[in-house]
């Protein structure tokens, strides 16, 4: 242990902090804040040794304690020249989440879990709830955005929407679109996961892991174990950045910052290995989020388990991330304090899954006065926005006739010259705006809105979709078609163009009748995984019964109606039939003797098939393709799985 320098025996905690905190306000410069306050108490260090000199972890930490991030602050200025800046924006559009729930609530007991063995596949009544609506907006760069709204009312759904981690699990229905930087994040262009950083209420480590060693793995992964050239200016600031990575020096740092100094040789720990408290296990979640080189950060509840000064030096070092290095932050906080509200730039308040608020944190009393609320002087502002939406935030209104219903903010807020602001500044189309021609089990909520909005018939919509397909499949069909056609060999013997055109349009009949069976599939199942379970036993079926595996004549005769309706069967009899036509090659047969390859095939591999049946094949699989059409749409106008 470095020895404590006299000035410590002088001066006390609070009067450092304080003295700090007041030149921090004033200069708004943090390294030269703690230059100075170290100077005024007869601590006199070059700058350089506030970030690389080891022996200054411990002087640091006697004169800061726990909890303070000063010295994490002066590392993120020292650094702010040397890293390149990320000003990343995300954009999310008609953003809806539902889930059924039973509408009958029971308590469970003994005899209700005997009765539900018995009564599992009696219909239970559920209804609808909508953990989102139609959420739509901007998320800035550089600039802190506070999630707040009562409990319930889907901040965390609407994080992980932002994440790319939201799933439609047990029968919820989603829908909408997010955009990082213009590129959706279902389009497979990047890993949502390799950006954005996203960091849950519940704190989950490993247990047999020290606080150092779980903070250093989370850097070493998700950086190489240096910064590198992806984040620096140029080459010479990623040389001085590696320097002080070989030493670890921002991880020391973040767990110095924290106040895990003191615990980071302790085993994490969990319920049966002895480990941190609760408190210091949300610091080390945040540790390993702040370690992290990624420039997008989702944070839910972040401030559970810490008290108020922590939760106030975190959020004050993360808005200085923020704004220098050119970080997106959203986090989301049940009742935060005053200090630590007025850290956010913006404001997104939710109410059961409505956006009633999103802009400016400076706007939003106005916004709320101009419809007729006013908040008492004796309230704080986050705890009056929290309590505004819910049926004690009547008290509020002193305007009759406010609006008050999460629908009619809603609304209100909709017609806003604020939200037609956001509107305009964002550059992507929205949901309920764009063509959607693509049916999916996410996007059939949309579909079921703007057809209920009579936008078009089902009639048309399934004509476009039919109509659209087919440039696809001639495109598909050809490139499958032009070099497996050559590499068999089928240009060797016959009439060649015939050969390559049957071949094509048998490829051209096929593959568009296993698209619309897909698209027939999609509206017809409740969910994504029925369609997956229909898709891979229409294939497996498609494939036993085809005739090709096994021959007709082997056919049990109560099964031969399958083979009828089999369109695997029909494709290949035209393939196979117009491929081998006139084709003169002689074939040696099992018993010796000499044949024909058309012979062989339509005489001993394929007897039931013939050149003749061509036609037929063709008229086969169009009508395979006008069933799946009709079935689509018949799904479509008459079938709901919104259960609305």
């Not at 390993?288 to 420039?295: F, I, L, V, Y």
């Not at 050969?499 to 349009?505: A, D, G, I, L, N």
Request: aromatic share 10%.
């Amino acid at each position: 242990m470095a020895s404590q320098p006299s000035v410590f025996s002088r001066v006390s905690y609070k009067k450092i902090q304080d003295d700090l905190t007041r030149r921090c306000i004033e200069k708004d410069n943090y390294i030269k804040a703690l230059e100075e306050m170290l100077k005024t108490h007869g601590i006199e260090l070059p700058p350089s040794e506030l970030v690389v000199n080891p022996q200054m972890y411990e002087v640091v930490d006697n004169l800061m304690k726990q909890g303070s991030l000063e010295e994490l602050e002066s590392i993120v200025q020292k650094n702010v020249d040397l890293i390149r800046n990320f000003d990343h924006s995300i954009e999310f559009h008609g953003l809806n989440y539902s889930t059924e729930v039973p509408k009958k609530k029971v308590i469970p007991t003994v005899g209700s879990l005997l009765l539900s063995l018995f009564t599992f596949w009696l219909p239970q009544e559920t209804e609808t709830i909508d953990i989102l609506a139609n959420a739509t907006g901007r998320i800035s760069p550089r600039k802190m955005t506070l999630l707040i709204g009562p409990p319930g009312s889907g901040k965390s759904v609407l994080l992980k929407a932002l994440a790319g981690r939201l799933r439609p699990l047990g029968g919820a229905k989603m829908a909408g679109e997010v955009y990082y930087d213009g590129d959706n994040i279902k389009s497979g262009k990047f890993l949502v996961g390799k950006v954005a950083d996203y960091v849950e209420q519940g704190d989950t480590h490993e247990a047999v892991l020290t606080v150092a060693e779980t903070i250093l793995f989370s850097w070493q992964c998700t950086s190489g174990g240096h910064h590198g050239y992806a984040r620096a200016r140029d080459e010479a600031s990623a040389e001085m950045l590696n320097k002080d990575d070989e030493k670890h020096i921002l991880t020391q740092n973040v767990t110095i910052s924290l106040g895990l100094n003191g615990c980071k040789d302790t085993l994490v720990g969990n319920g049966m290995i002895r480990g941190v408290s609760g408190g210091q296990k949300r610091r080390v979640t945040i540790g390993e989020m702040m370690t992290c080189p990624r420039p997008i950060k989702l944070m839910d509840s972040i401030s559970n388990g810490l008290d108020t000064a922590t939760t106030f030096d975190i959020i004050r070092t993360i808005k200085l991330i923020a704004s220098k290095v050119g970080i997106t932050v959203v986090i989301s906080l049940l009742q935060p304090p005053p200090d630590v509200y007025n850290q956010f730039d913006e404001i997104i308040l939710l109410s059961e899954g409505h956006i009633i608020y999103q802009g400016p944190r400076t706007s939003v009393m106005e916004y709320f006065q101009d419809l007729g609320y006013v908040c008492p002087t004796q309230v704080d502002e986050a705890d009056f926005l929290q309590e505004l939406p819910t049926p004690e935030g009547r008290r509020f209104i002193k305007v009759a006739g406010a609006p008050h219903s999460p629908v009619d903010l809603a609304a209100a807020w909709k017609k806003s010259a604020l939200y037609q602001n956001l509107l305009s500044e964002m550059r992507y189309p929205s949901l309920e705006d764009a063509e959607k021609l693509e049916m999916s089990n996410t996007k059939r909520p949309a579909f079921y809105r703007e057809q209920q909005s009579r936008m078009y018939s089902v009639f048309v919509y399934c004509l476009t979709l039919l109509l659209i397909e087919i440039p696809y499949l001639l495109v598909a069909s050809l490139a499958f078609t032009l070099p497996f056609f050559y590499i068999v060999g089928f240009d060797n013997v016959g009439p060649v163009t015939q050969k390559f055109f049957w071949y094509w349009f048998f490829n051209f009949l096929l593959q568009g009748t296993m698209l619309f069976l897909g698209e027939f599939y999609v509206s017809l199942a409740p969910n994504e995984a029925t369609t997956q379970i229909l898709a891979g036993l229409t294939n497996t079926v498609l494939g036993l019964f085809c005739g090709f595996l096994i021959g007709q004549q082997n056919f049990p005769s109560f099964w031969l109606f399958m083979y009828w309706l089999d369109p695997l069967h029909y494709a290949l009899e035209g393939l196979i039939m117009t491929q081998f036509h006139q084709d003169t090659t002689p074939i040696r047969t099992m018993d010796g003797s000499i044949m024909t390859a058309e012979d062989y095939i339509q005489h001993v591999q394929f007897p039931s098939w013939s050149y003749d049946h061509v036609g037929l094949d063709v008229l086969a699989l169009c009508l395979f393709i006008a069933f799946a059409v009709i079935g689509n749409y018949l799904c479509l106008a008459y079938l709901r799985h919104d259960k609305r």
